[in-house]
């Protein structure tokens, strides 16, 4: 019986970055420098404001970057000078996931007029579409 290639592409392993779910460090990411057993796991982020402290898996999420060279159990300051060197924040902000997150945040913190004012900026935008559609198909 031939072996299938794995459809899973993040592992929980040393290095991983991951997302923190909830808690009062939610939204915040940190790397796994120790894992514990098959429920918990050590998390760190000295550049993020994360202490070190055992996490459960079900309140994190693991992203796609890992810290490849970071060894098992390694302090805060190893993994601060792993996250500098290879500009792990600088990525995790400039990924997809994190500006999508950004832009969640941003519309859930508008207060009732300027939702009003994104609505007539999006109908100002639709007609300049149409109006641009209409023109070119004319």
């Known amino acids: ?27 915040r990411i940190a790397v796994i420098a120790e894992i514990i057993d098959h429920n918990r796991a050590i998390i760190d982020g000295p550049t993020t404001g994360v202490p070190r402290q055992a996490f459960p898996y079900r309140h994190i999420a693991l992203t796609p970057f890992v810290l490849r060279s970071l060894p098992r159990g390694a302090g805060s300051g190893v993994i601060r000078k792993h996250l500098e060197k290879e500009n792990t ?24 007029f300027e939702r009003f004012v994104v609505m007539l900026q999006k109908k100002q935008r639709r007609d300049r579409v149409r109006k641009a559609l209409a023109k070119a198909s004319a």
């Open 89 to 112: 924040v600088e990525k995790w902000n400039k990924s997809s996931w994190a500006q999508k997150r950004e832009a969640i945040a941003k519309r859930r913190s508008l207060n009732d």
């Open 1 to 27: 019986m031939p072996a299938q290639p794995s459809n899973f592409k993040r592992f929980v392993e040393v290095g991983r970055v991951v997302l923190i779910k909830s808690g009062p460090h939610e939204g």
